[in-house]
């Protein structure tokens, strides 16, 4: 499985406070079957901001002590960018980080398409963005923010819109953002109902009218939000079958980390 979204990188945000809880962390999820993670400390939110030099700086450091305990993760790079309006120029200047960290040992190469071509030769690679919005609302400018953001080839991916109470109980808004062309992921202890009766109703609403496209774990420590995907996969599967336990967990993950198209 391929988690999406993870607070592995140590001592920056609220994930890992070490590296000794970063190899944790990473030892605990591949116990549970995941073969990459997405480091995605936050970037521009209210209490923490990890700027890219500085996130490229601590996933070298979680890498090497990974060799070293001899975990077999892989660590790739992106940031979850809270809501903020100047995407662009942080993307540009190398502030903010996309899903787009390339894998060192291949697996999120194209697949075989019978049409000729991946997704590059075709015109069709995109840049996508880990985006966050605030818990209590949507800010009024959010959707047109996306448009732009497409037209300009950034994709935003919304992370956990289960836990904002402007989407929550709207599913007709969330419908028009995917509409819009903007993948949705919820969290996996969202799912299981670790994060107790409201978030897990939602998310299995979602989950059951198609407006899920991944899970990942937003994990930030081995205790309190482990980094583990294994049992949300029971829990698609049991609800929704195989194929869409693979599609959530491995698939759509693979096709935005390689900027392939996943809502069209």
Known sequence: ????????????????????????????AEAAGTKTIVATPHMVHPQFHVPGPLARTKLAEVRAALAAAGVAVEVVLAGEIHWFEDVEG?????????LSEPPRRGIFATREDPLGGGPEARGETRKYILF??????????????????QLAGIFPVLAHPERNAGLAEDDDALRALRDAGVPVQITAMSLTGAFGRGPRKVSERW??????????????????????????????????????????????????????????
């Open 207 to 264: 989950l059951a009218a198609g407006l899920v496209d991944l899970v990942a774990s937003d994990g930030h420590s081995c205790r309190t939000r482990p980094p583990v995907l294994d049992e949300a996969a029971r829990a698609i599967r049991k609800m929704a079958g195989p194929t869409a336990e693979d599609w959530l967990l491995r698939e759509v993950p693979r096709r935005l980390l390689a900027g392939e198209p996943v809502l069209g």
């Open 1 to 28: 499985m391929i988690d999406l979204h993870c607070h592995i990188l140590p001592g920056v945000d609220d994930g890992a406070r070490t590296i000794e809880d970063s190899v944790a962390m990473a030892r605990m």
């Open 132 to 149: 966050e919005l605030p818990s209590t609302h949507v800010p009024g400018p959010f959707r047109d923010l996306c448009w732009k953001l």
């Open 90 to 98: 942080g993307l540009a200047s190398g502030e903010l980080l996309p």
